[in-house]
Structure formats: C-alpha cells, structure tokens
C-alpha cells in the first residue's frame, strides 16, 4: 500500500501542477503559502510512515520535493537541488525524516513520563506552590 501511494504521486504531484499553473499569476508569498498547503504535508507529516520505505522510493519523494523548489525558485531543471533546497531554508528529506523522528519520540517520552510518574509530578507541584 505505501508503495502504490509513492508510485502513484498523484496527490504530490497534483499540488506541484497546481503550483506551476498559478505561479504566472500570484505573488511568490502566495506560491509559498500553496506549496506550505498543498504539498508539505505529504512530506512534513507522513515521513514517519514513509521514512523506512526503499531507496528507490525515497528518491522518487525527494526528487517531487526538488521539482516543487525548481518551481518555486523558476530555476532550470539542471539546477543543483542541494543549493535550492539551502535557499528555500528547507532539509532534504532524510534530515527532516530525522528530525520528525526525534520529535516523536521525545513527545512519546513526555507522555510516558506523564503517565508513570503523575503522583511525583502532583506532589513537586504541591510543593512548589506551598
């Protein structure tokens, strides 16, 4: 299933068609903020799931969001991916992978503490308000 999801690209790629219809016509505030909508979360907030998928398939998403910089930038299809992605202040996709990660497990970490230790926590509130 994750892999006809990838295949497909429909969804990714509907939104970077969007982008370059309308990229004639609106400001580049506005083709951010479409790109900020339609297309980052696929990539933002699927990456947990998507983030063990093959190098094969995780090549094809990083290089969705290398056309989608390409776009917004109006660069040349040759253009290094790397740069545009370093001036467009976003990470490839393995480093957000990572940090999406690290987020999920320090917010799990949060929740189990909070669950485990609630009496410790009330009684350190207690007494810090006394």
């Not at 903020?33 to 995780?58: E, H, K, M, Q």
Request: net charge positive.
């Amino acid at each position: 299933m994750l892999t006809e999801s990838i295949n497909d690209e429909e969804d990714q790629d509907t939104g970077i068609g969007a982008i370059k219809r309308i990229k004639p016509f609106v400001s580049p505030e506005i083709l951010h903020c479409t790109y900020n909508a339609l297309v980052s979360p696929y990539f933002n907030y699927c990456s947990i799931i998507w983030g063990n998928c093959g190098r094969t398939l995780s090549e094809k998403l990083q290089k969705l969001k290398n056309r989608a910089a390409r776009i917004l930038i109006s660069s040349f299809y040759d253009a290094d991916a790397g740069y545009l992605l370093q001036q467009l202040g976003w990470k490839d996709l393995i480093a957000q992978r990572q940090i999406q990660v690290a987020l999920m497990v320090f917010k799990l970490s949060i929740i189990w503490f909070l669950t485990t230790y609630p009496l410790c926590l009330l009684s350190a509130v207690r007494q810090a308000m006394s």
